[in-house]
């Protein structure tokens, strides 16, 4: 079946500007994340939906960066006023998820990222 | 001080060779413990999860975990040209949503 999938692949903008990254989870896959990978900092997680709502945003770095999930499937982060700081690869991964309950790992299957430049 | 430490390494090994991967980690409410592996411009893959203490062998993969130690490992025997990758650890208190913390990853590399 398909996979998590991410849209552009790539993306270079200027600073200042602001860009949109979308996500397609696995379908019936009701937890989505939202990680960024830097040189140097490794893996960050940035946000983590459950459905449609939002219980954990603590990885956002600063209100430039927004995200939303619509019909429990896509999602898209919001980086606003680009900085340069901000380049890096978004990674994107969903999981079933059995809340409320003591449940054993859920695997998070990643997509393929996308690559933002800041110039 | 970060919550996982890993070697970012580049580690190059010859091909055959046993490979030992670690990670260190500072919070005890860590409960779940894996290894992902990510090949060039792709997402990360899980290999192997492990549930709180102990070992867990899959194939050429052997994940150990102790937990008084705060210490993971991973394993690779008789290692082969397709095994380079990065090696990144990941931990989750298993209370947050399946939250990944991850390691900085270690950059493996086989020759044939």
């Known amino acids: 079946g398909a996979g998590v999938s991410q849209s552009p692949s790539n993306k270079v903008t200027e600073k200042g500007k602001d860009v949109e990254l979308r996500c397609d989870p696995i379908s019936g896959h009701t937890a989505l994340y939202w990680y960024r990978q830097s040189l140097g900092q490794g893996l960050e997680f940035l946000i983590y939906f459950q459905g449609n709502s939002a219980p954990d945003k603590s990885g956002l770095p600063s209100d430039r960066f927004s995200a939303e999930r619509t019909g429990g499937s896509v999602s898209t982060l919001t980086i606003q006023r680009t900085q340069q700081e901000d380049s890096a690869v978004y990674l994107c991964?969903?999981?079933?998820?059995?809340?409320?309950?003591?449940?054993?790992?859920?695997?998070?299957?990643f997509g393929p990222g996308t690559r933002l430049t800041v110039l | 001080q970060k919550e996982v430490e890993q070697d970012p390494g580049p580690l190059s090994v010859p091909e055959g060779a046993i490979v030992s991967l670690n990670c260190t980690y500072s919070n005890s409410a860590f409960q779940y413990f894996m290894w992902y592996r990510q090949y060039s411009r792709k997402g990360p893959e899980l290999l192997m999860y492990t549930y709180s203490s102990g070992n867990k062998e899959d194939g050429r993969f052997t994940a150990q975990v102790d937990k008084s130690s705060k210490y993971i490992s991973l394993f690779i025997r008789d290692s082969q040209p397709s095994d380079s990758a990065t090696y990144l650890c990941?931990?989750?208190?298993?209370?947050?949503?399946?939250?990944?913390?991850f390691g900085q990853g270690t950059e493996l590399s086989v020759k044939p």
């Open positions: 990941a931990m989750s208190a298993g209370n947050q949503g399946g939250k990944l913390i």
């Open positions: 991964a969903s999981s079933l998820a059995v809340p409320g309950l003591e449940a054993p790992y859920n695997e998070q299957f």
